[in-house]
């Protein structure tokens, strides 16, 4: 009897101890907060930023941690004042906001200046049980627990579509065909951009015009900047986004803006972006950057799923579990063939 108090006790957990070594572990489950609830971890999509975890390449991150941002959830316990109920199955914003500093009192939570984000800041989702704020849950409602999961990542885009104040009919350029950058291709599509997609990987363009219904495509190769001239009357594009994380790639995709046109930073690198300002100045072009994503965000997605224009499940390839993730995330950290997305089934 001892014994299975102990383990009911625990739950599962993978942790990232240092860059390269990853583990699973038991950990005590977590005590419920004030404002908070119980949740149980459904599903866990694996993010390039857990990628960059696991290959130290994260700037905001401290070790071990147990990564997991993109995440749908039972709810298992909370108060007698709370709005959710158990056995519902929510959407988890991983984007746990201050709501006192100086961006949260401007309705920029995204960039709280004392923001906690799940599987970065402090230990996220993959697990068995999380605590969290119930403002940060949002009931699923029909969803799927898969779809559920798929609403931050696409969030992401979301953002980064809103925060460019893109017209229909904008030509827009999205740089990286991963999970990231096809969200904001696929929401630059819904606000009525003429989307193309760039990328290094010829397979991985293949597998975008399947995932999105996008088919105008450059490859990131040596005449990718001529294709780009030729595809635009040499005018280039009116917004840009770079969603690859590579330093060399975000410096390059300057020279795709067009005169008066927009470039929008989605890719976190740890390194120093430079640019060539007579360029900048003479397009006079905009620079943005887009961190995480808002309520309003994920409200967009969700109805988009709903309605049918964002079809999610095209966008997940691969599936493993807590069991075979310390495994699966390390080879798919160096071997990305056919992969979009991986998802973590948690039983």
């Given at each position: 009897?001892?014994?299975?108090?102990?383990?009911n006790?625990?739950?599962?957990?993978?942790?990232?101890?240092?860059?390269?070594?990853?583990?699973?572990?038991?950990?005590?489950r977590?005590?419920r907060?004030?404002g908070?609830?119980i949740?149980?971890?459904?599903?866990?999509?694996?993010?390039?930023?857990?990628?960059?975890?696991?290959?130290?390449?994260?700037?905001f991150l401290e070790?071990?941690?147990?990564m997991?941002?993109?995440?749908s959830?039972i709810?298992?316990?909370?108060?007698?004042?709370?709005?959710l109920?158990?056995?519902?199955?929510?959407?988890?914003?991983?984007?746990?906001?201050?709501?006192?500093?100086?961006?949260c009192?401007?309705?920029?939570?995204n960039?709280?200046m004392?923001?906690?984000?799940?599987?970065?800041?402090?230990?996220?989702?993959?697990?068995?049980?999380?605590?969290?704020?119930?403002?940060?849950?949002m009931?699923?409602?029909?969803?799927?627990?898969d779809?559920?999961?798929s609403?931050?990542?696409?969030?992401?885009?979301?953002?980064?579509?809103?925060?460019?104040?893109?017209?229909?009919?904008?030509?827009?350029?999205?740089?990286?065909?991963?999970?990231?950058g096809?969200?904001?291709?696929?929401?630059?599509?819904?606000?009525?951009?003429?989307?193309?997609?760039?990328?290094?990987?010829?397979?991985?363009?293949?597998?975008?015009s399947?995932?999105?219904g996008?088919?105008?495509?450059i490859?990131?190769?040596?005449?990718?900047?001529?294709?780009?001239?030729k595809?635009t009357g040499?005018?280039?594009f009116?917004?840009?986004?770079?969603?690859?994380?590579?330093?060399a790639?975000?410096?390059?995709s300057?020279?795709?803006?067009?005169?008066?046109?927009?470039?929008?930073?989605?890719g976190?690198?740890?390194?120093?972006?430079?640019f060539?300002?007579?360029?900048?100045?003479?397009?006079?072009?905009?620079?943005?950057a887009?961190r995480?994503?808002t309520?309003?965000?994920?409200e967009?997605?969700?109805?988009?799923?709903?309605?049918?224009q964002?079809?999610?499940?095209?966008?997940?390839?691969?599936r493993?579990?807590l069991?075979?993730?310390?495994?699966?995330?390390p080879?798919?950290?160096?071997?990305k063939?056919?992969?979009?997305?991986?998802?973590?089934?948690?039983?």
């Open positions: 009897m001892l014994v299975g108090a102990i383990m006790s625990l739950m599962r957990a993978v942790v990232c101890r240092n860059p390269c070594e990853i583990a699973a572990e038991f950990r005590p977590p005590a907060l004030a908070e609830v949740v149980k971890i459904s599903r866990v999509g694996i993010c390039g930023t857990d990628y960059h975890i696991y290959e130290g390449l994260q700037p070790y071990p941690r147990v997991g941002h993109e995440l959830a709810v298992e316990e909370t108060d007698s004042t709370s709005k109920t158990r056995g519902q199955l929510v959407v988890v914003n991983p984007y746990l906001a201050c709501g006192t500093c100086h961006a009192k401007r309705a920029k939570p960039c709280c004392k923001i906690e984000v799940l599987g970065v800041h402090r230990d996220g989702g993959m697990c068995e049980y999380l605590s969290l704020p119930e403002k940060n849950l009931p699923a409602e029909d969803l799927s627990a779809a559920a999961a609403v931050e990542f696409l969030a992401i885009g979301a953002h980064a579509v809103r925060r460019s104040g893109m017209k229909s009919g904008a030509r827009v350029l999205v740089i990286g065909a991963g999970p990231i096809l969200g904001a291709a696929l929401f630059a599509h819904i606000a009525g951009g003429q989307v193309t997609i760039m990328d290094r990987d010829a397979t991985r363009l293949a597998l975008a399947v995932a999105t996008i088919t105008r495509n490859l990131a190769d040596e005449r990718a900047s001529e294709n780009v001239a595809s040499r005018n280039g009116d917004v840009v986004f770079d969603a690859t994380g590579n330093q790639s975000m410096q390059k300057f020279d795709y803006v067009a005169h008066g046109g927009s470039y929008v930073m989605v976190l690198v740890k390194e120093s972006i430079t060539f300002d007579p360029d900048f100045h003479k397009r006079e072009m905009t620079l943005f887009s995480n994503a309520a309003e965000d994920f967009l997605v969700i109805s988009s799923i709903r309605s049918g964002v079809q999610f499940s095209k966008l997940i390839t691969h493993t579990n069991d075979e993730v310390t495994t699966m995330l080879h798919w950290a160096h071997d063939h056919g992969l979009i997305k991986a998802m973590i089934e948690i039983s």
